[in-house]
């Protein structure tokens, strides 16, 4: 199947600075990425979709500003946490939009300190 | 997207067959039924998904009622690498992946030795 990978894996920050999660699809052309975030003993929740070459699209009470989308090749998105504080330590997830269905990353674990 | 109904847990013995019910009778008549599964601090796996036949690839058969309402995914064979959180996920193809996920609570699914 197809691969999709995250960057990095796992990183500590500390509160007020910002951090940039990198998604790629290896092996196929992703128009259109998703952005989940996930919060200990619960499921995935969607947080935006990142279309190529235009701004992304943000579920509701999901802070545009804060989670910055970039979206500029049809391999890679980037998620920036600006800002960052405890509350948005979490699990982060991506995901590639293939014919029949999405590829995920293997995710990315997020500690503000 | 439709509602779906899941056991939140379920045991199953190694080497015997999991059988991972999922309730859907909202379901529309162009809704595909998609099942992912989710190991511990994984990015979620695409397993199976299918309309109204049943369907068998080389991870699982999923069994669709006639009417549609609900659906089994088969592990035949289960192994203690099955234990993951299961998710049975009913949506609208539009093209593939063009639409984000909504994720339920899922069945956790435990292997036991």
């Known amino acids: 199947g197809a691969v999709v990978s995250q960057h990095p894996s796992r990183v500590i920050c500390k509160s007020g600075t910002s951090v940039k999660i990198e998604c790629r699809s290896l092996?196929?052309?992703?128009?259109?990425m998703f952005w989940y975030r996930q919060f200990p003993k619960q499921s995935l929740m969607l947080m935006a979709t990142?279309?190529?070459?235009?701004?992304?699209?943000?579920e509701q009470g999901v802070e545009k500003d804060k989670f910055l989308i970039n979206h500029a090749s049809l391999t890679l998105s980037t998620l920036t946490v600006t800002s960052a504080h405890p509350e948005d330590s979490s699990f982060y997830i991506c995901?590639?939009?293939?014919?029949?269905?999405?590829?995920f990353g293997p995710g990315t674990r997020l500690t503000v300190t | 997207d439709a509602k779906t109904t899941q056991p939140p847990s379920m045991d199953c013995a190694e080497g015997r067959a999991a059988n991972l019910p999922c309730n859907h009778s909202?379901?529309?008549?162009?809704?595909?039924v998609y099942w992912y599964r989710q190991i511990h601090s994984q990015g979620p796996q695409y397993i199976i998904h299918?309309?109204?036949n049943n369907e068998t690839n080389e991870m699982a058969s999923l069994i669709i009622t006639e009417d549609r309402k609900s659906s089994t995914l088969i592990l035949p064979h289960a192994t203690l690498r099955d234990t993951a959180v299961y998710y049975c996920?009913?949506?609208?193809?539009?093209?593939?992946?063009?639409?984000?996920?909504?994720f339920g609570k899922g069945t956790h699914l435990i292997i036991q030795p």
């Open positions: 092996d196929f052309q992703a128009t259109t």
């Open positions: 990142s279309n190529e070459g235009s701004k992304a699209t943000y």
């Open positions: 909202t379901i529309s008549g162009n809704e595909y």
């Open positions: 995901s590639a939009s293939g014919p029949y269905e999405q590829y």
């Open positions: 299918g309309l109204k």
């Open positions: 996920i009913v949506r609208s193809p539009s093209g593939g992946g063009a639409d984000g996920l909504t």
